[in-house]
T-cell receptor, first 109, second 113 residues
Framework: GENVEQHPSTLSVQEGDSAVIKCTYSDSASNYFPWYKQELGKRPQLIIDIRSNVGEKKDQRIAVTLNKTAKHFSLHITETQPEDSAVYFCAASLSDMRFGAGTRLTVKP | GAGVSQTPSNKVTEKGKYVELRCDPISGHTALYWYRQSLGQGPEFLIYFQGTGAADDSGLPNDRFFAVRPEGSVSTLKIQRTERGDSAVYLC???????????FGPGTRLTVL
């Protein structure tokens, strides 16, 4: 089955800096790659997703890139703000969805 | 209701007991997923329904776990002979299909004493 690895497990940045989180996946058939943000005690919320026929997608301060050949995808957050602090999960899906272990992002004011 | 709902929000039970966790998906969503999330971990896939049938149950850890979705809407996750290691937050999500955004419910926190 699909296996998703996510790095780093924790990330601390200064407000205004950029943050990058990277994931790799094992099943080349996976074709949908969402990113979720989860605040403490809350449910995961989708922040951006990308499909396998696209290499990059951007939504304001958030962007995701996908390299299907290398089987990795990344989340980029620019101009980080304290409210971006949360745990971020990547996932890869063909039918079922497999999640990475998460990255705890801390944005220091 | 606008979102996915799950009941109960919290469930405390004793080792060896049987529990049922309920999920009400967003109306019209044909796909429904169950996940288990332990503290500090990502959601762990358990089972995926497309309509009434389980399209993929490869994530169920053992035969103590079973899930149904008899009418293609509400789903129930059933755990027999609960063990302390079953303690986790059980998340349900629904979507229009298997490569569409999944909307998560608030989860049921299961504690097995």
């Amino acid at each position: 089955g699909e296996n998703v690895e996510q790095h780093p497990s924790t990330l601390s940045v200064q407000e205004g800096d950029s943050a990058v989180i990277k994931c790799t996946y094992s099943d080349s058939a996976s074709n949908y790659f969402p990113w979720y943000k989860q605040e403490l005690g809350k449910r995961p919320q989708l922040i951006i997703d990308i499909r396998s026929n696209v290499g990059e997608k951007k939504d304001q301060r958030i962007a995701v890139t996908l390299n299907k050949t290398a089987k990795h995808f990344s989340l980029h957050i620019t101009e980080t703000q304290p409210e971006d602090s949360a745990v971020y999960f990547c996932a890869a899906s063909l039918s079922d969805m497999r999640f990475g272990a998460g990255t705890r992002l801390t944005v220091k004011p | 209701g606008a979102g996915v709902s799950q009941t109960p929000s919290n469930k405390v039970t004793e080792k060896g007991k049987y529990v049922e966790l309920r999920c009400d998906p967003i109306s019209g969503h044909t796909a429904l997923y169950w996940y288990r999330q332990s503290l500090g971990q990502g959601p762990e896939f358990l089972i995926y329904f497309q309509g009434t049938g389980a399209a993929d149950d490869s994530g169920l850890p053992n035969d103590r776990f079973f899930a149904v979705r008899p009418e293609g809407s509400v789903s129930t996750l059933k755990i027999q002979r609960t063990e302390r290691g079953d303690s986790a937050v059980y998340l349900c999500a629904s979507s229009y299909g298997d490569t569409f955004e999944q909307f998560f419910g608030p989860g049921t926190r299961l504690t097995v004493l």
